[in-house]
């Protein structure tokens, strides 16, 4: 083709020379310019610069000393040079995005279709190796298939176009496919729309995390059961073990009896009460963490408990943070501790600040605050029994989601806790 044009335009304007035609008939010679630097981009300036010559040693013979006609000539040769470097610069680039969008679209990681949307249901126009692999097929068994053929919902795909028409992109959309074989996979797709209409889609196969995502909670369930089972017997044991002591009391009146016998019972007591902390924290874990507003936990939580004389402010509106679902008996332990331990609180207020690694969320008081050497052992394991979940399992409700805590107020003028969030664990709403 490059070769007949080439062909066709110098004989056209060398029969037009003959015919004294100098002025429409070397527009001819751009079209193998531009077919060349486009084809060749590497070669199009070489070709263009060339045919100029080659276009100017035709001419030139013709001219007889027309100086107007030999500058005209001159010119067309520049135009033409000029027109083949601008062609193959263009090329260049196009082509480097062409296979940059190649290398992605067929080297990544998620399977990735082109989707053209038609009247007979959307097909696959174009589908990359992990793509076909995950459907059991070909990339060229794919082609012309439909999209709907391979839903184990075929409705979810008319709720994908509808969320790309609200929002020109999905991400992370849930569902499954039906391989060839007819075996479930679990995908996240997301998907955007391209400027001529048709759909581009991605999919990671999360079948694998799914599956171990059931395991565990399974595994928790049957953990959360054993432990249920065990404190029940524990619980039974220890009743019976109090009964017994209660009737050792009453037959016996040997003082040194009496006194072993309440050195029993108060062993017995502790072992009862922290049989009873295991029921708040057989719970932790076995849901899965999730976005919750603070300002409505801690609005439900001081909704339930009895605070005679203490007002409760939490200004945390708009925020929300990533934890686990027991997030609500932190901030129970905490403002239970206060009123149970501060002695002289009157408020509990509850705020937030945004640093630079993360956020800071205060519960602070205006009790009597903590000892300085006892900042880090509240937090230590059998302290705060008493006051139910205590703070040591709250620390670790909080280290489910790799947050932490720590009191930094000044003794005597009230307790303050401080809840470090990580980046990615909040968002303001």
């Known amino acids: 083709m490059l070769a007949a044009s080439t062909l066709i335009a110098f004989a056209a304007n060398a029969a037009g020379l003959l015919a004294g035609i100098t002025i429409v008939l070397p527009h001819l010679l751009y079209l193998p310019i531009v077919l060349a630097s486009y084809w060749f981009p590497r070669r199009g300036i070489v070709f263009s610069l060339a045919l100029a010559l080659g276009y100017l040693a035709m001419t030139l013979t013709f001219t007889r000393g027309d100086a107007g006609l030999v500058v005209s000539v001159f010119s067309r040769g520049v135009v033409f040079v000029a027109i083949g470097a601008v062609v193959s610069l263009l090329s260049l680039r196009l082509r480097e995005q062409e296979e940059r969008y190649r290398g992605i679209f067929d080297y990544s990681e998620a399977g990735t279709f082109i989707v053209a949307p038609e009247e007979a249901g959307p097909r696959i126009e174009e589908a990359n190796y992990v793509g ?3 459907l059991g097929s070909t990339t060229k068994d794919l082609i012309g298939e439909r999209v709907t053929g391979f839903l184990d919902d075929p409705g979810a795909w008319e709720e994908f176009k509808a969320r790309i028409r609200r929002d020109n992109a999905v991400y992370e959309y849930e569902t499954t496919l039906r391989r060839t074989d007819g ?11 391209l400027p001529d209409g048709r759909i581009i889609v991605t999919l990671v196969d999360i079948t694998a995390r799914k599956n171990a995502e059931d395991a565990l909670r399974q595994t928790n369930a049957k953990l959360n059961m054993l432990g249920r089972l065990t404190r029940d017997d524990l619980a039974a044991a220890i ?3 109090l009964g ?3 009737e050792g009391m009453r037959q016996f009146d040997d003082p040194a009896v009496r006194r072993h016998l309440d050195s029993l019972e108060e062993d017995a007591r502790v072992v009862q009460r922290r049989a009873e902390i295991t029921q708040d924290y057989q719970d932790l874990g076995l849901r899965p963490p999730g976005w919750q507003p603070l300002q409505a936990v801690i609005r439900e939580v001081t909704s339930c408990l009895l605070l005679p004389g203490i007002s409760v402010r939490p200004w945390v509106e708009r925020l929300e943070v990533f934890a686990d679902p ?5 901030f129970s332990n905490l403002i239970e501790n206060a009123a149970r331990h501060g002695k002289t609180v009157s408020q509990v207020v509850i705020t937030y600040q945004i640093r630079d690694d993360g956020l800071s969320i205060y519960v602070e008081d ?10 880090e052992k509240i937090f230590a394991y059998g302290v705060g029994i008493d006051g139910g979940l205590g703070l040591f399992l709250v620390r670790e409700i909080l280290a489910i989601t790799n947050m ?13 806790f401080v809840i470090h969030v990580p980046p990615g664990g909040y968002r303001i709403i």
């Open 132 to 134: 076909a692999t995950l």
């Open 183 to 193: 075996a479930a996979v679990q995908v996240l797709v997301s998907g955007g729309r």
């Open 239 to 241: 009743s019976g073990l």
């Open 244 to 246: 017994r002591i209660a």
């Open 326 to 330: 027991m997030l609500d008996r932190v």
């Open 366 to 375: 205006d009790g009597a605050g903590v000892p300085e050497t006892e900042k």
């Open 404 to 416: 932490t805590i720590r009191e930094i107020g000044c003794p005597g003028k009230g307790a303050r």
